[in-house]
């Protein structure tokens, strides 16, 4: 391993609960940082789309990306040399919603309706289609259903996810941009009667459920099995690209290091925790704790515990079957736990 110096570190992460997230908002990361003279930059912010489209691809180098865990998953699976750091698992809703009248109570009514479907027609990889099929999945699973017995609805999104670079808008940053709208297209048809259901996930799945009164026939982010509740949020993934960890270990663990403070002060903040949470996600506090639950600040765990391997490499098996991702993935050899061990032993915290 060598200890060159860093000029620049990249990150990015997902609008959801992350220690990233966190130590980003607090400016740990990058103060961290700045004694080692790395500047710490936001590859969204970029004016090069194929830098923000690194979110996805993760084919910048010397970059660290906390988030959902498909992209990272299909870039792994498409040959991109990365490693997973570490591994956090903050439960949240996953919502199959009807509208009132639909006639569905549960899920082995679904057999026979119409489902709607996002379909991103020029991304690299679709996540949003991803997690719907398999919130979808493991819904009907739970009844004795596939998904072939239902009928499912395509709505055609054209516009790319990394079109524009994002913004910070008080202390919020919007993903790509203002976008024009029609990031729900399956939505408007679920209230316009073209479709009987849809799925939606997180803070905006929440709100939005509410506002238009929708009824939901399963949250199977909140079922007791772990493996019904694993999607693409569940759990997420803390990537690094080879050459990071291997030309600077030492930035990998400082990396590992910042997102567990992060999180060990959100455990004692839970007020200031919800703040933050809601500017991620680009919601209020309120919809955070619907989302994530009143104890959201205590779910910001990064670790790389046995029951987080195991459903994550259940949810790889589910991105390859479905044709998600163009090869399997071994979850355990691309896991390189030397930083996040490493960070465990300066912090003086003996390793599981």
């Known amino acids: ?14 609008p959801v609960p992350t220690g990233l997230g966190i130590a980003l908002q607090k400016g740990w990361l990058e103060e961290s940082f700045r004694a080692q003279n790395t500047v710490v930059k936001s590859l969204r912010e970029s004016n ?36 997973v750091l570490g591994l956090s698992w903050a439960d949240e809703v996953q919502l199959v919603l009807t509208l009132p009248d639909s006639g569905i109570k549960s899920p082995k009514d679904l057999k026979g309706r119409r489902f709607g479907l996002p379909k991103w027609e020029n991304v690299q990889i679709d996540f949003a289609r991803a997690q719907a099929i398999r919130g979808l999945e493991n819904a009907l699973r739970l009844n004795g259903l596939e998904v072939s017995d239902v009928q499912l609805v395509d709505y055609v999104i054209s516009s790319g996810q990394s079109d524009a670079p994002a913004e910070r808008i008080a202390g919020t940053q919007i993903f790509s941009g203002r976008r024009s709208g029609g990031q729900a297209r399956e939505l408007v048809g679920l209230l316009r009667g073209e479709v009987d259901a849809i799925f939606l996930k997180g803070a905006s799945a929440a709100q939005l459920a509410n506002l238009f009164g929708l009824h939901t026939v399963i949250d199977t982010g909140s079922h007791p099995e772990p493996l019904i509740r694993s ?31 992060a999180e060990q002060w959100a455990w004692s903040h839970p007020d200031e925790t919800r703040q933050f949470l809601a500017r991620e996600s680009n919601s209020s506090e309120y919809w955070v704790s619907a989302a994530y639950g009143t104890d959201a600040h205590l779910r910001l765990r990064t670790n790389l515990d046995e029951l987080s391997i195991t459903a994550l490499q259940d949810f790889t098996n589910f991105l390859h079957r479905w044709q ?24 003086g915290v003996a390793a599981a």
Request: net charge neutral; hydrophobic share 35%.
């Open 324 to 347: 998600f991702i163009p090869n399997g993935v071994d979850v355990r050899t691309w896991i390189d736990s030397r930083a996040f061990h490493a960070a465990l032993e300066a912090r």
């Open 48 to 83: 090069d789309k194929a830098v923000r489209e690194s979110h996805f691809d993760h084919t910048l180098q010397n970059s660290v990306r906390h988030g959902g865990n498909i992209p990272a998953i299909w870039a792994r699976s498409a040959g991109r040399e990365t490693r």
């Open 231 to 261: 999607n693409n949020g569940t759990p997420r993934t803390l990537t690094v690209d080879q050459h990071l960890i291997e030309s600077h270990f030492d930035a990998a663990v400082r990396i590992v290091d910042q997102v567990l403070s």
């Open 1 to 14: 391993m060598s200890h060159s110096n860093l000029d620049t570190l990249w990150y990015t992460r997902c």
